[in-house]
C-alpha cells in the first residue's frame, strides 16, 4: 500500500526515537519500518480508527501537537534525540490513561515492526545486534497440503445442513464432529490458508498473515490482544499446551447452568478431543528457558511438572522456538490437521477469504449467514443451523450485527491477564529456542480459596515478540536490553481472571475490547509477579525486572531485594499502561448457562434470542479458565455439535 510522504515522514519521526540505532542502517527507518507500520494499520477494518492514525501523523510534526504532547509549542523534528524521547517518556508516564494508551500502541506496534523487519537486505543488523538467527525459510521438503478450500470471486449461494462460522479450535472441532454425523457442512474462514509449505520462521510473516489485526489493543490500553487468524485459527500458532478443563472450573461452571460441564458427557468430549489431537508428555524435553523455571520451582519446593503438548515428532530445540510463528515440520496437531482433515473427507466445504457479516432468520429460526468475500463479492449460505465460532471477540460481534438482544452479548470477557518477569543469567539462554512451553507450575493457582489465582509457565522470546514486553526506558537502554536478550528468561505469570471487560460493538458493525483489569485480580497478578521473582532468584539470576513502565527490578545479592521489588511493582501498580499485559487467552462474551438472565446461550449451546444459532468457541466459557483454553474450547465445541447433530438428525 501507497503511503504520502507526510505519513512516512511522521512515522519515520517517531520510529527513530524508539529505535535510532547505532548506525545509519541500524535506525528503524532504515529497516522500513514506518511502511510496514502503516501497512498493518491499515489493515485495521474500523474505518475511524484508520482516520485517528491519520490525523495523528498528519500533525504530529506541528507546534499544537508539540504543546500537546510535551507541553512546549515545538515541532517534534526540531528537538534533539534525548528531548524526542523525553517526549515520548512523557506520554508513557503521564497522569492522562489516554497518553499512556497512546504511547503503548505507538511502542508495541512499531517494536514489533522493527525486530521483525528483514530491511533492504533481507537480513537486519538488529539480529546480528541481539544474536537472533534469522527466519529460517519455508522448509525443503513440507508434505502436500492436506486441504483444499475453496474460494468465490463471484456473488454466489450455497444450501448445507449446517454453516460453521471460523476454523480454528470451536470451528474446525465442530465441523470436523458435524460432518462425521453424515450432515452437509459449509466452514466460513475470513483468512486464509496457510500450511507447513508457509512457514518460514519470520515474525513479519507471521504476524501479517497469520494474527488478527484488530483489534490488537483493549481501549484503555490495558492489554495487548494476540488471536490466530485463518484455517485452523489459534491452534496454527499458539504453544500446544494441551490441559484439560480442571475440575474446580467444571463444578463451577456446571453451577452457571450448564450441568453436564459436571458430568460424563464433557469428560467424553475432553477424552475425544485428547485422543484426535493425540496430546502426550513424550516430547517435553526441557529447552533452557524451562530447565531455570524448573531448577527455581525445586530448589523453593513448589510444584513443577511436564507440560501435555498436541504434537507427534516435534524437534523440541530450534523448529520449536519459532513455534509462535506456524509449525515448518507439521508437528503440531491443530485444527487444520486434524478436525478440519477429517471433516473435509466427509465432504465439508471450506471456504476461506468469506467473512461472515450476520445470521439469517426464517420462520423465527437461524437459517444461514451472509458473508462478503475478500473480493467484496455477496457469499449467502442457507443452512438448516448455523455454528458462531469466530471467536470471544467476533463471535459477539456477529450476534449484534444479526439484531440479537440478549443483555449478556458481549459480557463477562475474560482475558487471563499475562506478563512475564524477565530473569538475566549470565549463562547463555537463547529463549527463543527449545519447545514453547514444557514445564508449568500450579502453586498458586488458589489464592483466595476459590480456585482462583496464577499459574507458572515460560514461552519461547523471539525478537520481535520479545522487544515489545522489554520496557522501553529510553532507545539505549532498550537496546542494551535487546543486545542482553540471549540471557533473559522469562517467567511467565497468568492471571486466572474473577472480574470481567466486555465486547461492544460499535456503529461500523466492529467489535470493540473494554477491558480493566479489577483490584482483586491486580492483587494476585501482583503476588504472581513477586513470586516469579522467587522462582527466578531461586534458579539463580542475576538480575529481576517487571515489564511495568516504570523501572521495576533488583540484583540478588547486589542490589535490593524481594522485599524492595515487590513494594516497587505495587508502587509502579497495574492501571492501564503501567505494566505489560497480554491476552493470549480470550474467553467469555457469550456464556453458556441455565438462563438468560445472566448467559447469553443455554445447556445446548444454543443462543436464548435464536434457535438454530449454536456457539461453539472460546465465548462459551462461563468463566476463564484458569489454564490455557485450547483443550477446554475443542470440548464444548465437539459437545455443543454432538448436541446439535443429535437434534438435526
Known amino acids: 500500500m501507497e503511503h504520502n510522504a507526510r505519513q512516512i515522514a511522521a512515522a519515520s519521526l517517531i520510529a527513530d526515537t524508539f529505535v535510532p540505532g547505532r548506525t545509519p542502517a541500524m535506525a528503524a527507518s532504515a529497516l522500513g519500518v514506518p511502511e510496514i507500520m502503516l501497512d498493518l494499520a491499515y489493515r485495521n477494518p474500523r474505518a475511524g480508527e484508520r482516520r485517528q492514525l491519520e490525523l495523528l501523523l498528519k500533525g504530529f510534526d506541528s507546534r499544537t501537537l508539540g504543546l500537546l504532547l510535551g507541553g512546549r509549542p515545538r515541532k517534534f523534528s526540531s528537538l534533539s534525540q534525548s528531548e524526542r524521547e523525553g517526549v515520548l517518556l512523557s506520554l508513557a508516564n503521564s497522569r492522562l490513561p489516554q497518553k499512556r494508551a497512546l504511547f503503548t500502541a505507538l511502542r508495541f506496534?512499531?517494536?514489533?515492526?522493527?525486530?521483525?523487519?528483514?530491511?533492504?537486505?533481507?537480513?537486519?543488523?538488529?539480529?546480528?545486534?541481539?544474536?537472533?538467527?534469522?527466519?529460517?525459510?519455508?522448509?525443503?521438503?513440507?508434505?502436500?497440503?492436506?486441504?483444499?478450500?475453496?474460494?468465490?470471486?463471484?456473488?454466489?449461494?450455497?444450501?448445507?445442513?449446517?454453516?460453521?462460522?471460523?476454523?480454528?479450535?470451536?470451528?474446525?472441532?465442530?465441523?470436523?464432529?458435524?460432518?462425521?454425523?453424515?450432515?452437509?457442512?459449509?466452514?466460513?474462514?475470513?483468512?486464509?490458508?496457510?500450511?507447513?509449505?508457509?512457514?518460514?520462521?519470520?515474525?513479519?510473516?507471521?504476524?501479517?498473515?497469520?494474527?488478527a489485526v484488530a483489534p490488537q489493543m483493549s481501549v484503555e490500553g490495558q492489554m495487548a490482544l494476540m488471536a490466530g487468524y485463518g484455517v485452523g485459527g489459534g491452534t496454527v500458532v499458539n504453544y500446544t499446551t494441551s490441559f484439560r478443563t480442571p475440575d474446580d472450573v467444571r463444578a463451577e461452571w456446571a453451577g452457571i447452568g450448564a450441568r453436564q460441564f459436571a458430568e460424563q458427557e464433557y469428560t467424553d468430549s475432553l477424552d475425544a478431543v485428547y485422543t484426535r489431537l493425540g496430546v502426550n508428555t513424550d516430547h517435553d524435553r526441557a529447552g533452557q528457558r524451562d530447565a531455570l523455571l524448573q531448577r527455581g520451582l525445586e530448589k523453593l519446593g513448589w510444584h513443577v511438572e511436564a507440560m501435555p503438548r498436541n504434537v507427534i515428532g516435534c524437534e523440541q530445540d530450534v523448529e520449536c522456538g519459532r513455534c509462535g510463528l506456524g509449525c515448518r515440520i507439521g508437528a503440531k496437531q491443530s485444527t487444520a490437521k486434524t478436525w478440519l482433515v477429517d471433516a473435509a473427507q466427509a465432504g465439508a466445504r471450506i471456504v476461506v477469504g468469506a467473512r461472515a457479516m450476520r445470521v439469517t432468520t426464517a420462520q423465527g429460526r437461524a437459517s444461514g449467514v451472509v458473508a462478503v468475500t475478500a473480493s467484496g463479492h455477496r457469499l449467502v449460505v442457507r443452512s438448516r443451523a448455523v455454528v458462531a465460532a469466530g471467536g470471544a471477540v467476533q463471535t459477539p460481534a456477529l450476534l449484534r450485527r444479526s439484531g440479537l438482544g440478549n443483555a449478556n452479548i458481549g459480557k463477562y470477557l475474560r482475558l487471563h491477564p499475562a506478563t512475564a518477569v524477565w530473569a538475566r543469567f549470565d549463562e547463555d539462554v537463547l529463549p527463543w529456542t527449545g519447545p514453547p512451553q514444557s514445564r508449568f507450575s500450579k502453586e498458586h493457582r488458589d489464592l483466595d480459596g476459590k480456585g482462583y489465582g496464577v499459574i507458572y509457565e515460560t514461552a519461547p522470546i523471539t525478537a520481535a515478540f520479545g522487544s515489545a514486553f522489554v520496557p522501553w526506558h529510553g532507545a539505549d537502554a532498550h537496546a542494551a536490553r535487546m543486545r542482553d536478550l540471549r540471557h533473559l528468561a522469562p517467567v511467565v505469570v497468568i492471571d486466572r481472571d474473577r472480574d470481567s471487560g466486555q465486547v461492544k460493538v460499535g456503529k461500523d458493525g466492529e467489535p470493540v475490547v473494554s477491558y480493566r483489569i479489577s483490584e482483586y485480580d491486580a492483587a494476585h497478578l501482583h503476588r504472581g509477579i513477586v513470586n516469579a521473582a522467587r522462582i527466578a532468584e531461586a534458579a539463580g539470576a542475576v538480575e529481576v525486572f517487571t515489564?511495568?513502565?516504570?523501572?521495576?527490578?533488583?540484583?540478588?545479592?547486589?542490589?535490593?531485594?524481594?522485599?524492595?521489588?515487590?513494594?516497587?511493582?505495587?508502587?509502579?501498580?497495574?492501571?492501564?499502561?503501567?505494566?505489560?499485559?497480554?491476552?493470549?487467552?480470550?474467553?467469555?462474551?457469550?456464556?453458556?448457562?441455565?438462563?438468560?438472565?445472566?448467559?447469553?446461550?443455554?445447556?445446548?449451546?444454543?443462543?436464548?434470542?435464536?434457535?438454530?444459532?449454536?456457539?461453539?468457541?472460546?465465548?462459551?466459557?462461563?468463566?476463564?479458565?484458569?489454564?490455557?483454553?485450547?483443550?477446554?474450547?475443542?470440548?464444548?465445541?465437539?459437545?455443543?455439535?454432538?448436541?446439535?447433530?443429535?437434534?438435526?438428525?
Open 547 to 649: 515489564t511495568h513502565q516504570r523501572p521495576v527490578g533488583f540484583e540478588p545479592g547486589r542490589r535490593g531485594s524481594i522485599e524492595t521489588f515487590a513494594a516497587d511493582a505495587a508502587a509502579a501498580g497495574y492501571r492501564p499502561s503501567r505494566v505489560g499485559l497480554a491476552a493470549l487467552h480470550i474467553m467469555g462474551t457469550a456464556r453458556m448457562g441455565g438462563s438468560p438472565a445472566d448467559s447469553a446461550t443455554n445447556p445446548d449451546g444454543e443462543t436464548w434470542d435464536l434457535p438454530g444459532l449454536v456457539v461453539a468457541d472460546g465465548s462459551s466459557f462461563p468463566t476463564s479458565s484458569g489454564v490455557n483454553p485450547m483443550i477446554s474450547i475443542e470440548a464444548i465445541a465437539h459437545m455443543n455439535a454432538r448436541r446439535l447433530a443429535s437434534r438435526l438428525a
Open 109 to 211: 506496534g512499531l517494536m514489533v515492526a522493527t525486530y521483525s523487519a528483514p530491511g533492504p537486505t533481507g537480513h537486519s543488523p538488529l539480529w546480528d545486534e541481539v544474536g537472533y538467527a534469522p527466519p529460517f525459510g519455508v522448509h525443503p521438503d513440507a508434505p502436500e497440503r492436506p486441504l483444499s478450500p475453496l474460494r468465490f470471486e463471484k456473488d454466489t449461494e450455497l444450501t448445507a445442513d449446517v454453516v460453521v462460522v471460523g476454523s480454528g479450535a470451536g470451528g474446525g472441532t465442530a465441523a470436523g464432529v458435524l460432518a462425521a454425523a453424515g450432515l452437509d457442512v459449509v466452514v466460513l474462514e475470513a483468512g486464509e490458508y496457510h500450511d507447513d509449505a508457509d512457514f518460514d520462521g519470520s515474525e513479519l510473516t507471521a504476524f501479517s498473515n497469520f494474527y
